[in-house]
């Protein structure tokens, strides 16, 4: 059976955080010199995010060097030169002639409506984040990219409740799978094993609406109808030592991003931009079954770990 790790125990990879914690936002940078191929699944209807193309199948680039996860909406995009200085100055990138050109790819949740939204993540945080990755000591709950998530937005920032960033990892023989979110979700979150929901939209005593979903089938018949609330999405990755390319990766994501289904209702809907990336960090021989699962459930008790009030040591 499985048993849990902590995920920087996972080889080849390193993770850290910057933040701005005035203006609730943040980044998260997973860092893989050596190259990672890497799938995504994105889902959601709005996804803001950079360099997505490199990890289709038919395109030409068979790893890439870092993912990172960041706050500020498109605005946040930005943040991804950082990343790309961090690693240039360290000679790792695709060569190009004399030219190393590191490879980056990013994902940034909404969170200009929760702090200052003139503040957004920028070169200079991302390239802390790298500084910070360098300990290889993550911590998850209201750090980094997390700083700005909230969930249960359906009814307004007002009666949303506060959400971080989330981390876990297991080791299943010599197989080690792990997963990082950020939680930044319209609907609310449940524990995939029970059913209890975790955090989300605020209830008020004689609130006939007990969760976003019974909200939701109520908002869009109702006389002050509006438009869903945009400032959202759930951004992750997963980690594996299993050794695979880019292909089969992307099955991973997908298989991955089945955990947003068993923790946040609602989900994927065109107010979020779910995303979900997954790296293979090793040379491990294993089963695409057997690591899909792994990570669907290793997101889905990261989702659960990044809204318990708590931050610690992931």
């Known amino acids: 059976?499985?048993?849990?790790?902590?995920?920087?125990?996972?080889?080849?990879?390193?993770?850290?955080?910057?933040?701005?914690?005035?203006?609730?936002t943040g980044c998260t940078v997973i860092l893989c010199p050596q190259g990672a191929p890497t799938g995504i699944d994105v889902r959601g209807g709005g996804p803001a995010s950079r360099e997505s193309e490199?990890?289709?199948?038919?395109?030409?680039?068979?790893?890439?060097?870092?993912v990172l996860l960041s706050g500020g909406s498109a605005f946040g995009l930005d943040a991804a030169g950082g990343v790309m200085r961090y690693l240039e100055e360290r000679g790792v990138g695709f060569q190009v002639g004399d030219i190393r050109v590191p490879l980056v790819c990013q994902s940034c949740i909404f969170d200009l409506g929760i702090g200052?939204?003139?503040?957004?993540?920028?070169?200079?945080?991302?390239?802390?984040a790298c500084v910070d990755a360098e300990t290889n000591r993550p911590h998850s709950g209201d750090v980094g990219c997390g700083?700005?998530?909230?969930?249960?937005?359906?009814?307004?920032m007002e009666n949303s409740a506060k959400s971080g960033l989330g981390m876990y990892a297991v080791q299943l023989g010599s197989l080690k799978v792990g997963a990082v979110v950020c939680v930044n979700a319209l609907g609310d979150v449940y524990d995939h094993r029970t059913g209890k929901k975790l955090a989300g939209m605020a209830i008020h005593p004689a609130d006939p609406f007990r969760d976003s979903e019974e909200a939701m089938y109520h908002f869009f018949f109702s006389a002050d109808q509006a438009p869903l609330p945009q400032g959202n999405t759930?951004?992750?990755?997963?980690?594996?030592?299993?050794?695979?390319?880019k292909t089969p990766m992307?099955?991973?994501?997908?298989?991955?991003?089945?955990?947003?289904?068993?923790?946040i209702r609602p989900i994927h809907t065109t107010a979020d931009g779910d995303t979900v990336y997954?790296?293979?960090?090793?040379?491990?021989?294993?089963?695409?079954?057997?690591?899909?699962?792994l990570a669907a459930h290793v997101m889905a008790e990261a989702i659960c770990r990044a809204v318990l009030p708590k931050t610690e040591n992931a």
């Open 116 to 128: 200052d939204p003139r503040i957004r993540p920028d070169a200079a945080m991302a390239y802390a």
């Open 234 to 245: 759930t951004i992750g990755a997963i980690i594996t030592n299993a050794a695979f390319g």
């Open 1 to 24: 059976m499985y048993r849990e790790i902590p995920i920087y125990e996972i080889e080849n990879i390193k993770i850290g955080n910057a933040q701005n914690k005035e203006a609730r």
């Open 54 to 66: 490199l990890l289709r199948p038919v395109a030409a680039c068979e790893a890439i060097h870092a």
């Open 278 to 293: 997954a790296m293979s960090v090793g040379h491990i021989q294993a089963d695409i079954n057997l690591v899909g699962t």
């Open 250 to 263: 992307n099955k991973i994501a997908a298989m991955a991003q089945d955990a947003y289904s068993r923790c």
């Open 147 to 156: 700083c700005g998530a909230t969930v249960g937005k359906l009814r307004g």
